[in-house]
């Protein structure tokens, strides 16, 4: 009876695996869905379907793309809630405690300036407001059934888009990583009261590759283009020349592509049709 009782609690204490599913392995980016905003870039001054404030969309608007050309700028990785978004041929592995045998952490290694990131799975709380913060921020992990779900916070200063649309440090991120088989699906949720009005949601795909091998990615800035020292480059309000380009190459009006909630519905659709359009794009 003692054996059996024994056989059963060490049945029980090994069920909770059974819901987990491994989403560890070399996993190869899909750019089926975003594709022109994630490689190419977006336009400036494309704001569509972004819950920002107002705040937000002066960053954007006094945001200059020669600012990558400073030398504090170019090896700067992508923080956590962006790198999946870039060039990001993923490793995903697992620390376990050799004793105990229990899980303790992910990590994971992205391929664009090779940033690793920890997600810890132990339990332990996160760190108080004002410890460091960092490009990959500090991470905590559960199971929730078969889906991976973190919380990250203390992110450095970031980006939402490419084209200066900033994220806070205070914002807080949410992810779930979703495995299909070969594939697996990151469903990320990023809230920040300083520069968004709604949570902003989007989703991102892998497919398993196991011949995948990740190069290193060394780094070094130069000056790439030679300025008066001190020199940022930047717009101040209402000197940003290229932020009609969008709309009047596309033939849309100009108040959507500034952004808000509102513009992530399909609903708007029906209102964008009664706006007018000006530039080029409309007198054809």
Same mark, same amino acid.
């Given at each position: 009876?003692?054996?059996?009782?024994?056989?059963?609690?060490?049945?029980?204490?090994?069920?909770?695996?059974?819901?987990?599913?491994?989403?560890?392995?070399?996993?190869?980016?899909?750019?089926?869905e975003?594709?022109?905003?994630?490689?190419?870039g977006?336009?400036?001054?494309?704001?569509?379907?972004?819950?920002?404030?107002?705040?937000?969309?002066?960053r954007?608007?006094s945001w200059?793309?020669?600012?990558?050309?400073?030398?504090?700028?170019?090896?700067?990785?992508?923080?956590?809630?962006?790198?999946?978004?870039?060039p990001?041929?993923?490793?995903?592995?697992?620390?376990?405690?050799?004793?105990?045998?229990?899980?303790?952490?992910?990590?994971?290694?992205?391929?664009?300036?090779? @940033? +690793?990131?920890?997600?810890?799975?132990?339990?332990r709380?996160?760190? *108080? %407001? /004002?410890?460091?913060?960092?490009? $990959?921020?500090?991470?905590?992990?559960?199971?929730?059934?078969?889906?991976?779900?973190?919380?990250?916070?203390?992110?450095?200063?970031?980006?939402?888009?490419?084209?200066?649309?900033?994220?806070?440090?205070s914002?807080?991120?949410?992810?779930?990583?979703?495995?299909?088989?070969?594939?697996?699906?990151?469903i990320?949720?990023?809230?920040?009261p300083?520069?968004?009005?709604?949570?902003?949601?989007?989703?991102?795909?892998?497919?398993?590759?196991?011949?995948?091998?990740?190069?290193?990615?060394p780094?070094?800035?130069?000056?790439?283009?030679?300025r008066?020292?001190?020199?940022?480059?930047h717009?101040?309000?209402?000197?940003?020349?290229?932020?009609?380009?969008f709309p009047?190459?596309f033939?849309? @009006? +100009?108040?959507?592509?500034?952004g808000g909630?509102?513009?992530?519905? *399909? %609903? /708007?659709?029906?209102?964008?049709? $009664?706006?007018?359009?000006?530039?080029?794009?409309?007198?054809?």
């Amino acid at each position: 009876m003692r054996n059996a009782i024994c056989l059963l609690v060490m049945t029980l204490a090994v069920v909770p695996a059974f819901a987990q599913v491994d989403p560890t392995g070399e996993w190869a980016p899909r750019f089926h869905e975003d594709q022109p905003e994630r490689i190419p870039g977006p336009e400036i001054g494309d704001y569509l379907g972004l819950p920002i404030n107002d705040a937000a969309r002066l960053r954007g608007d006094s945001w200059d793309a020669s600012l990558l050309t400073l030398p504090e700028h170019q090896c700067k990785p992508h923080p956590a809630d962006y790198s999946p978004r870039g060039p990001a041929n993923l490793r995903m592995w697992k620390e376990i405690d050799k004793d105990t045998q229990q899980l303790v952490a992910y990590h994971t290694h992205i391929s664009w300036q090779a @940033p +690793e990131r920890t997600i810890w799975m132990d339990g332990r709380p996160h760190p *108080p %407001e /004002y410890a460091a913060h960092t490009w $990959q921020g500090f991470s905590t992990g559960k199971w929730d059934g078969d889906m991976l779900t973190v919380t990250t916070t203390h992110l450095k200063i970031g980006w939402i888009r490419r084209n200066g649309i900033p994220r806070s440090d205070s914002a807080v991120l949410t992810e779930h990583f979703v495995r299909h088989g070969n594939y697996l699906t990151l469903i990320s949720v990023i809230q920040d009261p300083v520069y968004l009005t709604e949570p902003f949601i989007r989703t991102t795909n892998w497919v398993m590759d196991p011949r995948q091998e990740i190069a290193p990615y060394p780094c070094e800035s130069v000056v790439e283009v030679e300025r008066p020292m001190g020199t940022v480059p930047h717009h101040l309000p209402g000197t940003n020349p290229f932020l009609t380009e969008f709309p009047e190459r596309f033939g849309l @009006p +100009e108040q959507p592509t500034r952004g808000g909630a509102e513009t992530m519905y *399909p %609903e /708007y659709i029906s209102k964008i049709r $009664q706006m007018p359009v000006k530039g080029k794009a409309a007198a054809k």
